[in-house]
């Protein structure tokens, strides 16, 4: 037996051992219904963050809309551990369904952000392409392991490949934002990845053209460790106001080790972090995250993603992911707080909100 057939076993062994949600020891709420939060700001408007599962997360100020991570199709483990995945058509009308519910529209996002290549970040994007989910052209901002996942869509989507300050605040060039609407600006940061189980980390390196050359486009049925992640990438959101920004969100791709150009000085100087949006999976493998993020940002809201089992159904009642220990996370936020970031409860910072939740602010 393989390695990763082994780990991929174990996995599946100890996600059958996972408690049921009610079960998460800190009392955090698990947001079931849209919720609305006061906020200090300059915010004009309320700004809309629709959490669709995974990192799949849309945001909406005054209708300009953007999206990061698009996935609905969530696999059987045996089918991404030994088997071939493909579209869930069943999971993406539900998703489809919530984007509506939930006042967002496609038709009006022109921008897509991923944040690395494996499929559970960016594998439905062709489905909603070939579906005309989006009104034509997309912009994709993306690595290049991604463009050659999708490269058979290049007649519909304009690859912009990510470039990320360097970590020298003197050296960062505000050049880097992307200025996709009137009021929304978005800079990609250079980002890395924790492990996935037991220190282990699957679908490393760069996704080939060659591998994705084989693959039917209209339902994409393929080997799931052919989706490998490249360069990883968070984001920073700011809506803009009068040419200034006026909120601040971190949207946090995997769990990552701290490094210098997460966000350089000089970024932070220009306006602070209102709301982190961050990945609880595989958490305890990087013991720096969240807290060294959460320390030096201070946002006054953490929500938090990719904390459901995306290996179940993703119409049926989600579960805690495995291999995550979701306690640990808050625990090691708790130890980051200081006189200027300081919360009361975990309740009280963190929202975990269920798919298709979506989360204002004004
Ligand atoms: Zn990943």
């Not at 690395?116 to 392991?145: E, W």
């Not at 306006?271 to 959460?294: C, H, R, T």
Request: charged share 25%.
């Amino acid at each position: 037996m393989k390695k990763v057939h082994l780990l991929l076993l174990l996995l599946s062994l100890q996600s059958l051992a996972k408690p049921p949600i009610k079960y998460l020891k800190n009392g955090v709420a698990i947001n079931k219904c849209n919720v609305s939060y006061a906020i200090q700001s300059n915010l004009l408007d309320s700004l809309h963050i629709l959490y669709l599962g995974c990192n799949n997360v849309m945001m909406k100020y005054k209708n300009e809309q953007v999206m990061f991570d698009p996935f609905f199709s969530y696999q059987a483990l045996k089918k991404v551990g030994l088997g071939k995945i493909k579209f869930d058509e069943k999971a993406i009308s539900l998703g489809l369904e919530r984007i509506k519910q939930a006042g967002f529209d496609l038709q009006n996002v022109h921008d897509i952000f991923i944040s690395h290549g494996h499929y559970d970040h960016v594998f439905d994007l062709p489905y909603l392409i070939n579906h005309q989910a989006f009104k034509s052209h997309i912009n994709l901002h993306c690595n290049t392991s991604v463009q050659n996942e999708l490269f058979k869509f290049k007649d519909r989507i304009n690859f912009i490949t990510n470039q990320s300050p360097k970590c020298d605040s003197n050296a960062y060039d505000d050049k880097l934002w992307q200025n996709i609407s009137e009021h929304i600006r978005v800079l990609p940061l250079r980002s890395s990845h924790a492990p996935h189980v037991l220190g282990v980390q699957f679908m490393k390196g760069e996704s080939k053209a060659n591998k994705f050359e084989q693959y039917d486009t209209t339902n994409f049925k393929s080997n799931a460790m052919h989706w490998k992640g490249g360069k990883e990438y968070a984001y920073l959101v700011d809506i803009i106001e009068n040419s200034k920004p006026v909120f601040r969100i971190l949207m946090q791709g995997p769990s990552i080790k701290p490094c210098p150009d997460i966000l350089p000085e000089a970024v932070l100087k220009e306006k602070d972090v209102d709301i982190a949006v961050m990945i609880i999976a595989s958490n305890q493998y990087v013991k720096e995250y969240p807290g060294f993020q959460l320390g030096r940002l201070k946002p006054k809201k953490v929500i938090i993603t990719h904390w459901e089992n995306f290996f179940k159904d993703y119409t049926k009642e989600p579960t805690l992911v495995p291999s995550t220990n979701h306690d640990a996370f808050f625990q090691k936020a708790s130890k980051a707080q200081s006189k200027e970031w300081n919360y009361k409860t975990d309740a009280d910072m963190f929202i975990m909100p269920y798919p298709g939740t979506k989360i204002s602010f004004k």
